[in-house]
């Protein structure tokens, strides 16, 4: 195993033990879509480590989530465009930085893949 498959690995573990309480969010309508919107990049990004990870044919799908960086900072751009600075909600921000990290992960070993075809 490489060791940018490795690290997938590692991380991907990492992140399935990782879980937002999103009923905490309740009555904070922006922060409760961030919430979702971090758990539907949870779920783009494991399909992706996934099939990396099982060594399936990977498509252009596959290479849009992992190229599509959406934490920059403490700031994080969901799906619709919305910026949210998440630097005063920790656990929002925890969660963003362990998805950012998988995507660079993902993004690393499709780069791999391509340098040996």
């Known amino acids: 195993m490489t060791r940018s498959m490795e690290t997938l690995r590692r991380l991907f573990d990492e992140l399935r033990g990782f879980s937002l309480e999103l ?66 909600h920790p656990e929002l921000l925890a969660y963003a930085r362990r998805l950012e990290q998988l995507r660079q992960a993902c993004s690393a070993q499709l780069l791999d893949l391509r340098s040996m075809h």
């Open 23 to 88: 009923k905490r969010y309740r009555g904070q309508p922006e922060l409760r879509d961030v919430a979702f919107d971090l758990t539907t990049a949870d779920t783009f990004l494991a399909g992706v480590a996934a099939t990396l990870l099982e060594r399936a044919p990977v498509n252009e799908g596959h290479r849009r989530v992992a190229a599509d960086v959406q934490l920059h900072g403490t700031s994080w751009r969901a799906l619709d465009g919305v910026v949210t600075d998440l630097a005063s």
